[in-house]
C-alpha cells in the first residue's frame, strides 16, 4: 500500500539557518513522483519541488532542495537560509505511475523565529 | 497568469441545501481533481477527471457530485450537504495524470455546513 511518513509534528529554525523535514514513502510501483508542498496559515497549497524515481540528482529549486536517498525510500526537504515567511505547513506527497492521486503525509508544522 | 481559480473562498450553508463550488483553470490541463482536508486525516481526494466528460470517485465520493463538461471547469456539488461535510476544500489540475506532473492547487474553499 501506498503511505507517506512525516514524523516531525512541528520543527523550530532560528532565521537564516537551514532545516531539514523529513519524508519516508512507501510504495512497490519502480515509477513514482514525489512533490513537497507549502500551506501557509492563509491555507493555499503551493507546490515547491518535484522529485522523480528516475532521477539521478537531487532536485534543486531556489532555497529548496530535496535530498533523495532511493534505496532508504526517503525524500527529504531542505530549506537553506530560512526566512520568517518560510513558517507554514509543509507536505510531503507522492504520485505513482499507475494511480492517477496524489498521496499526501500528515505535514510538518515550521516555525521560523528572529 | 497561470492559475487554478475556486469560488467561493468561504461558505456557509445549512444541511440539504444544495450548493456548488466552483472551479476553473486556465493552463489547458488534462487532468483535475477535489480534494478536502480535514484536521488529523490530512487530504483526501474525491473525485478526479483525466479529461473532459472522463470522472471517476477518490477515496471519499459519498455525497458529492462532479462534472467535467468543459476542458476548465470541474465543479463540485453538495446535492444535501451534511455537516460532516464541513472541511476546507482544494481543486487542483496537472498536465496529466503521469507521476510526474505536479498539481496546482487552488486556494481553498472553507465550508460550513450547520
Known amino acids: 500500500a501506498q503511505k507517506i511518513t512525516q514524523t516531525q509534528p512541528g520543527m523550530f529554525v532560528q532565521e537564516k539557518e537551514a532545516v531539514t523535514l523529513d519524508c519516508t514513502y512507501d510504495t512497490s510501483d519502480p515509477s513514482y513522483g514525489l512533490f513537497w508542498y507549502k500551506q501557509p496559515s492563509s491555507g493555499e497549497m503551493i507546490f515547491l519541488i518535484y522529485q522523480g524515481s528516475y532521477d539521478q540528482q537531487n532536485a534543486t529549486e531556489g532555497r529548496y532542495s530535496l535530498n533523495f536517498q532511493k534505496a532508504r525510500k526517503s525524500a527529504n526537504l531542505v530549506i537553506s537560509a530560512s526566512q520568517l515567511g518560510d513558517s507554514a505547513m509543509y507536505f510531503c506527497?507522492?504520485?505513482?505511475?499507475?494511480?492517477?492521486?496524489?498521496?499526501f503525509g500528515t505535514g510538518t508544522r515550521l516555525q521560523v523565529f528572529p | 497568469e497561470a492559475q487554478v481559480t475556486q469560488n467561493p473562498r468561504y461558505l456557509i450553508t445549512v444541511t440539504g441545501k444544495k450548493l456548488t463550488v466552483t472551479c476553473s483553470q486556465n493552463?489547458?490541463?488534462?487532468?483535475m481533481s477535489w480534494y478536502r482536508q480535514d484536521p488529523g486525516l490530512g487530504l483526501r481526494q474525491i473525485y478526479y477527471s483525466m479529461n473532459v466528460e472522463v470522472t471517476d470517485k477518490g477515496d471519499v465520493p459519498e455525497g458529492y457530485k462532479v462534472s467535467r463538461k468543459e476542458k476548465r471547469n470541474f465543479p463540485l456539488i453538495l446535492e444535501s450537504p451534511s455537516p460532516n461535510q464541513t472541511s476546507l476544500y482544494f481543486c487542483?489540475?496537472?498536465?496529466?495524470?503521469?507521476?510526474?506532473?505536479?498539481?496546482?492547487f487552488g486556494n481553498g474553499t472553507r465550508l460550513t455546513v450547520t
Open positions: 487542483a489540475s496537472s498536465f496529466s495524470g503521469e507521476f510526474n506532473s505536479p498539481l496546482h
Open positions: 493552463m489547458n490541463h488534462e487532468y
Open positions: 506527497a507522492m504520485r505513482e505511475a499507475y494511480t492517477d492521486k496524489l498521496i
